[in-house]
């Protein structure tokens, strides 16, 4: 069984399942495992590590509109060098800041291949899952697509410094807050944005349509294949969000980054410019 | 940097660390790592897996007095099978029923050994960490040591299914809820009990005297060398305690388990009937 089926059959078993956080009595909490040979291409650094192993937990807090209480890492490692754990909880703590949270420690474990697990925690006023896009809602996506290619892009051709930067996302936990309260369905699109569509579709058993260009990162656009890397590569974290068309200039005004509307929310079917959208992920290797 | 400096290094760098679990605004959190070299030995079932891998941080809870909300967990693996995650998950789910809490979901991971993360989140009314032993306080265990070392022995012996019984411990959450009011320090065993009286007495600049017999788990009886295998093995979850001596009788009449006085807090010094008890664990491999 591969890893989204597996996924499948666990969301069926368990109720709290299926959406980027789980929700008990107004508690988000949400646990993600990285590691090196799928996770990690060669120059990231340990702070990079730290930064980014915590913001994707952060980002599924900002996918269910979860004001965030605290983070927490498992680093796990043949061994430990006092430079790189420091380094580590540095990002960790600089990304925490940034979204005013609080990295709180972890666990440490000795472990072959270096693999960090993350989890954070959150409190939910505005509960939001994947389940609620209605036909009629407009699509809607924070900031811009590609950024997650685009570093891994650049990390192969050696540019590691902007490559770093990039990989340091920002979670977008003031926007899932903004939003949360008229979204209908929101995700992050850390699957990539063909996956992303497919998945809110699917939960919401409504149809998607997406029309025109793609806000796409400008770091992307030197290198080919642009628009398949923006559409299917994942490893972005931004949020894609369905609300009512009406709630589209208010929550503009309301979310500190860009939103642009790609697509409307329809009774069946994931299409772009007309034609079915395949309910693909790139599958990458960072070595 | 071996993984015992490298978290007293983190301890230094972050307020939080330091005690079983994190707590922030009342809300206690916690992330362990377990994986199949260092803690499944051959036998290990996967019902047992989920189980243990979910009682450990609400072991983590327990010990700082928490009442759980929620856990997760993050299951890496090769290669994922419906058999082996419907039980990993029932095994979950069991141990979260047991202690009237929830598991709710998770994340999956393709990963070369299987490696497992889980994190758990409580409320928490009186915190409670390692901290504030006193000197003339009472030292006390809950239920009896040696029990994860008996489930070790026994698997090496082949009587699988008895060591599967007792590596799916209970997690001492309504006697740590319990305690929580009267103690001045707590933690769990799961480091062997010499290197936690080591770590209550640093962390409260005390020290610790123990006398007498201890506790021990009958299972371990049949095994050669009990006395230090209890004292020093850990893959214990049994709670330590500290709390002043005219407390004992109303804390025993509320905890759920057997509470066993072993010892007294002391001004320094972490002794054993007269003699220093050395700050030492097992060293243990499961293959």
């Keep these: 069984m591969d890893e989204r089926a597996a996924l499948a059959m666990i969301t069926d078993q368990i109720d709290e399942a299926g959406d980027d956080a789980a929700i008990v009595d107004g508690t988000a909490i949400t646990i993600d495992m990285l590691h090196d040979s799928a996770d990690f291409p ?3 650094t340990d702070r990079t590590m730290g930064w980014r192993s915590v913001a994707v937990s952060l980002s599924d807090l900002a996918a269910v509109g979860a004001d965030p209480v605290g983070a927490v ?3 796990g490692a043949p061994t430990f060098s006092e430079g790189a754990l420091t380094a580590f909880v540095t990002g960790a703590r600089e990304v925490c800041d940034a979204v005013g949270t609080e990295y709180v420690g972890g666990d440490l474990d000795c472990h072959d ?5 993350t989890a954070a925690v959150g409190r939910v006023d505005h509960r939001v899952g994947r389940a609620g896009a209605t036909p009629g809602d407009a699509v809607c996506v924070t900031g811009c697509l590609g950024t ?3 570093a891994f892009k650049l990390f192969e051709t050696g540019k590691i410094e902007r490559a770093n930067q990039l990989y340091r996302f920002s979670p977008r936990i003031a926007a899932g807050r903004a939003l949360a309260p008229v979204a209908t369905a929101m995700m992050d699109s850390s699957d990539g944005l063909a996956r992303s569509l497919h998945q809110i579709a699917a939960a919401s058993d409504c149809g998607i349509t997406i029309e025109g260009d793609l806000p796409i990162d400008p770091a ?3 290198f080919a294949d642009t628009d398949r890397l923006a559409t299917t590569f994942g490893e972005d974290f931004e949020l894609i969000v369905t609300l009512p068309e009406d709630a589209i200039d208010d929550a503009r005004a309301r979310v500190p980054v860009d939103l642009t509307r790609i697509g409307t929310v329809t009774e069946s079917g994931v299409t772009r410019d007309g034609d079915p959208l395949p309910d693909e ?5 960072p070595d």
Excluded: F, K, Q, S
Aim: net charge negative; no cysteine.
């Design 42 to 44: 060669a120059g990231v």
């Design 73 to 75: 890492a498992a680093y």
């Design 113 to 117: 291949e270096r693999t960090i697990a």
């Design 148 to 150: 997650g290619a685009a």
């Design 220 to 222: 992307l656009r030197e």
């Design 281 to 285: 992920g790139y599958v990458h290797d």
